[in-house]
């Protein structure tokens, strides 16, 4: 797997084999994927992600804390600005100009940010499961989660995002912890997000808790669209939905018209 290093930190990614890439003059921008917590890169395989993105090369990221990635004991090293800052580091080394970025729950304030601070690098925005105000609005949720993390109860984390399918996260609580207590320093993009201009997909399931604070996000951006899927909640929603994969799909497809 290839990697690159952000402040001496090393985060790996790997070209997801979705079949034939366009390739060289001409070629569709990629697509950069980030996943949430508790996952790593193969989830977005193992959930069937690669049919819906046709001839783009599809690059997916273990996020720092995750997968093959470093797993640093300091809580500044996985804060949101520098998860997005490592991902312009991957999309220059895969020689990417401009990318279609799709983050899923943690990965989704990641493209948030990454839209604001790196607006011309952004074909497109997919977000899944997430929204971008202020995480202290859902602070009871994220330190209750952290003392869960800190606990012998922690791989109900995992349960709750659907990584306990597979036996490839090699995940640690504290990580899990630390880039936790990493989302509570990010000031959220409320008052930057009128400024989005990439456009934004947005979708969440009815059943997820962060259902309200997605929709309420999709309305701060301009021409975003936002899709509630029904009967579904956070993990279906990027593990089992059916409904998700073809808005994401449509979504993509506009782009290469």
Same mark, same amino acid.
């Given at each position: 797997?290839?990697?690159?290093?952000?402040?001496?930190?090393?985060?790996?990614?790997?070209?997801?084999?979705?079949?034939?890439?366009?390739?060289?003059?001409?070629?569709?921008? *990629?697509?950069?994927?980030?996943?949430?917590?508790?996952?790593?890169?193969?989830?977005?395989?193992?959930?069937?992600?690669?049919?819906?993105?046709?001839?783009?090369?599809?690059?997916?990221?273990?996020?720092?804390?995750?997968?093959?990635?470093?797993? *640093? +004991?300091?809580? #500044?090293?996985y804060s949101v600005e520098g998860r997005?800052? %490592?991902?312009?580091?991957?999309?220059?080394?895969?020689?990417?100009? &401009?990318?279609?970025?799709?983050?899923?729950?943690?990965?989704?304030?990641?493209?948030?940010?990454?839209?604001?601070?790196?607006? +011309?690098?952004?074909?497109?925005?997919?977000?899944?499961?997430?929204?971008g105000l202020r995480p202290s609005i +859902?602070?009871?949720?994220?330190?209750?989660?952290?003392?869960?993390?800190?606990?012998?109860?922690?791989?109900?984390?995992?349960?709750?995002?659907?990584?306990?399918?597979?036996?490839?996260?090699?995940?640690?609580?504290?990580?899990?912890?630390?880039? %936790?207590?990493?989302? /509570?320093?990010?000031?959220?993009?409320?008052?930057?997000? *009128?400024?989005?201009?990439? *456009?934004?997909?947005?979708?969440?399931?009815?059943?997820? &808790?962060?259902?309200?604070? #997605?929709?309420?996000?999709?309305? /701060?951006?301009?021409?975003?669209?936002?899709?509630?899927?029904?009967? %579904?909640?956070?993990?279906?929603?990027?593990?089992?939905?059916? %409904?998700?994969?073809?808005?994401?799909?449509?979504?993509?497809?506009?782009? #290469?018209?």
């Amino acid at each position: 797997m290839p990697w690159v290093e952000h402040d001496g930190n090393r985060v790996f990614y790997r070209q997801l084999d979705c079949g034939e890439a366009e390739t060289g003059k001409g070629a569709l921008p *990629p697509v950069i994927l980030h996943h949430g917590l508790a996952q790593c890169a193969l989830d977005w395989q193992e959930a069937g992600w690669c049919s819906v993105f046709g001839n783009r090369a599809v690059y997916a990221i273990d996020a720092l804390g995750h997968g093959q990635s470093d797993r *640093p +004991d300091s809580r #500044a090293a996985y804060s949101v600005e520098g998860r997005a800052d %490592t991902v312009i580091k991957i999309a220059d080394d895969i020689s990417a100009e &401009s990318f279609i970025f799709f983050g899923f729950s943690m990965g989704g304030r990641v493209g948030f940010e990454l839209a604001l601070s790196h607006p +011309d690098r952004i074909e497109r925005l997919i977000v899944g499961g997430m929204h971008g105000l202020r995480p202290s609005i +859902d602070r009871r949720n994220l330190e209750r989660r952290i003392s869960v993390l800190r606990s012998s109860k922690w791989r109900l984390v995992e349960r709750a995002v659907g990584a306990h399918r597979s036996n490839f996260h090699n995940n640690t609580p504290e990580a899990l912890a630390l880039s %936790t207590e990493a989302v /509570l320093d990010w000031r959220g993009a409320d008052d930057r997000l *009128p400024q989005l201009k990439a *456009p934004t997909l947005i979708y969440c399931g009815e059943q997820d &808790s962060l259902l309200e604070y #997605a929709r309420q996000t999709a309305e /701060l951006i301009p021409g975003c669209q936002f899709e509630s899927l029904p009967d %579904t909640g956070h993990a279906a929603s990027f593990y089992s939905s059916d %409904t998700a994969k073809r808005l994401v799909q449509q979504f993509v497809a506009a782009d #290469a018209r």
